[in-house]
């Protein structure tokens, strides 16, 4: 699949005139999208396509808090001295990452894709 997403992105950026970093930040955001939509909860979650590969990794991210911080968005936020458990020199405002399992990039992702890629293009 890696090298399917790098042959889409080029076509993409050729037909449409789109800079590949858009059309990149597109299928990242439609990745996320369809990951958030997998684990079927309210998660912060970060896709990063290698350039050059086009493999890509899938992040669930927490921003850290102060401790006695009261947390809006529980499954996206962690108190500090939770974060710095596994992530010494971690500070408020920062995120912690932690990898998850990647979900293909099928139909529904190619879709959310799509839709993010024209209205790219319209801008």
Do not use: C
Not at 52 to 57: C, F, I, L, N
């Amino acid at each position: 699949m890696s090298k399917e997403i790098l042959l889409v992105v080029d076509a993409v950026s050729n037909e449409k005139g789109v800079d590949e970093e858009i059309i990149f930040g597109a299928l990242e955001a439609a990745l996320a999208s369809a990951t958030r939509k997998k684990y079927a909860m309210d998660i912060d979650v970060r896709v990063v396509i290698d350039r050059e590969t086009g493999d890509y990794k899938t992040h669930r991210r927490w921003e850290v808090l102060e401790d006695d911080a009261e947390q809006e968005f529980p499954l996206r936020q962690m108190g500090l001295s939770a974060a710095g458990e596994d992530n010494p020199g971690v500070q408020v405002g920062d995120y912690v990452e932690e990898e998850i399992e990647s979900v293909e990039f099928g139909r529904i992702a190619a879709q959310a894709a799509k839709q993010v890629i024209v209205q790219k293009v319209r801008e």
